[in-house]
């Protein structure tokens, strides 16, 4: 079963992951080998925090 929602939040995603896939890539093409590293440290943290989702706001 589809969800408009769903599909409208996979589409942002992906313009999102491009965005950063395209900086990453420009500061490499620079020069700018550590302020690449830096950033795509945040995205795999970005990343994680948005895949990795808790089930409930409880604490075990």
Same mark, same amino acid.
């Given at each position: 079963? *589809?969800? /408009?929602?769903? &599909?409208?939040? !996979?589409? #942002?995603? +992906?313009?999102?992951? @491009? =965005? =950063? @896939? &395209?900086?990453? +890539?420009? %500061?490499? $093409?620079? $020069? @700018?080998? #550590?302020?690449?590293?830096? %950033?795509?440290?945040?995205?795999? /943290? &970005? +990343?994680? %925090?948005?895949?990795? +989702?808790? &089930? *409930? !706001?409880?604490? *075990?």
């Amino acid at each position: 079963m *589809s969800s /408009l929602f769903y &599909e409208a939040d !996979d589409h #942002y995603c +992906r313009e999102v992951e @491009q =965005w =950063w @896939q &395209e900086r990453i +890539r420009y %500061l490499i $093409g620079n $020069g @700018q080998a #550590y302020d690449a590293a830096a %950033l795509f440290e945040d995205f795999e /943290l &970005e +990343r994680k %925090l948005t895949i990795v +989702r808790p &089930e *409930s !706001d409880e604490i *075990s």
